[in-house]
């Protein structure tokens, strides 16, 4: 099916936030164009989600297979800011994509969280109970139970996402900062979007290996379709290009 081409509506980009969405499209275009290995891989990870998808019929966990299009859904809002250069803004959402896919692997394990996931704002007493019980200390646990490798590698990449963006860290903000020199005077910028640095690169690099890390996690709820359908040997095969 030909895609229709779409004219920009009268007074687009005449204002400051048109203008600047304006600008994050234009820069994802340049992206698309000059940084065609990486985007190839965010798009072949973001295909494997596709797929388990497509496939998801009659799951025996529907929390869990809500919570695995949450972080699809997430993921590919990562690849949306991060193919535009808001690499800040990127980290934010990939952190969302981990704690989806964790969520949905400790509801599968401990049936009793999932009500406690859905009681979590009938009351003060329930909403305390569900925030003890999805601590990221809690969740990480019930993945090291079942896959301690994969663990240790969601440890270091969540850690990532919180230094870089998911809160207001030192690395986030200087990794986005610019520092010009004037007559007498430094002038300190907080970039929106990033351009062709290896800060940009770095966050293209980081949003292939959040999504492959959530399918590993999430391979784990449903792994017979996971292994039936090829997707486990299609992530092997990515492990090592993005060095998971």
């Given amino acids: 099916m030909e895609k229709e081409q779409k004219d920009t509506p009268p007074f687009w980009a005449d204002d400051d936030l048109s203008f600047f969405i304006q600008m994050a499209n234009e820069n994802t275009y340049a992206i698309f164009n000059n940084k065609k290995k990486e985007f190839e891989i965010i798009k072949n990870v973001d295909q494997l989600y596709g797929t388990i998808i497509d496939n998801l019929k009659n799951p025996k966990d529907f929390l869990a297979s809500m919570l695995l299009l949450r972080s699809h859904a997430t993921y590919r809002g990562a690849c949306r800011m991060s193919l535009s250069g808001q690499i800040y803004e990127a980290f934010v959402l990939l952190r969302s994509c981990i704690e989806s896919s964790l969520y949905a692997l400790h ?14 704002h009938k009351s003060e007493e329930s909403l305390k109970d569900a925030k003890n019980e999805f601590k990221f200390g809690t969740v990480i646990k019930t993945l090291q139970s079942v896959d301690s490798s994969i663990s ?6 969540y850690e990532r996402t919180i230094d870089f963006g998911g809160h207001p860290n030192e690395r986030a903000i200087a990794s986005s900062m610019k520092v010009i020199e004037k007559e007498g005077r430094k002038e300190y910028q907080q970039l929106y979007l990033i351009g062709n640095t290896k800060i940009l690169t770095y966050g293209l690099n980081s949003t292939a290996q959040v999504g492959l890390c959530a399918l590993y996690i999430l391979r784990h709820v449903f792994k017979e379709r996971f292994d039936i359908i090829g997707i486990t040997q299609k992530m092997d095969q990515y492990r090592s290009i993005v060095k998971l």
Wanted: glycine content about 4%; cysteine-free; aromatic content about 4%.
């Fill in 107 to 120: 509801i599968n394990k401990n049936p009793s969280a999932g009500k406690k996931w859905i009681d979590r």
């Fill in 152 to 157: 240790q590698t969601t440890k270091l990449i």
